[in-house]
Nanobody
């Protein structure tokens, strides 16, 4: 099993920044990719960004391009999300996920709340 623990959420004013972290533990001998999703109240969970664990190539949702940056620390199995120029519409619970292999179901963390006030 893999355990994922997110941290770093909180309340911030519009235009501010937050940095989320996700610590992976357990059976982490194989990681294909890790990523961030978010879910706002009354909405479905949506993709935010993901990073390939071996080459660090990343993809982003259009809504966060240029504002959010994903990064990883391979040695410590840590994932980060630097969020700048935050908007009220970024308010959501942010979830970290991990795929051990390309076509396997991901593991999920419990989420961390991000609230952006206008």
């Amino acid at each position: 099993q893999v355990q994922l623990v997110e941290s770093g959420g909180g309340l911030v004013q519009a235009g501010g920044s937050l940095r989320l972290s996700c610590a992976a533990s357990g059976r982490t001998f194989s990681i294909y990719s890790m990523g961030w999703f978010r879910q706002a109240p009354g909405k479905e969970r949506e993709f935010v960004t993901a990073i390939n664990w071996s080459d660090a190539s990343a993809t982003y949702a259009d809504s966060v391009k240029g504002r959010f940056t994903i990064s990883r620390d391979n040695a410590n199995n840590m994932l980060y999300l630097q969020m700048n120029s935050l908007k009220p519409e970024d308010t959501a619970v942010y979830y970290c996920n991990l795929r051990a292999y390309r076509n396997t179901l991901p593991y999920w963390g419990q989420g961390t709340q991000v609230t952006v006030s206008s």
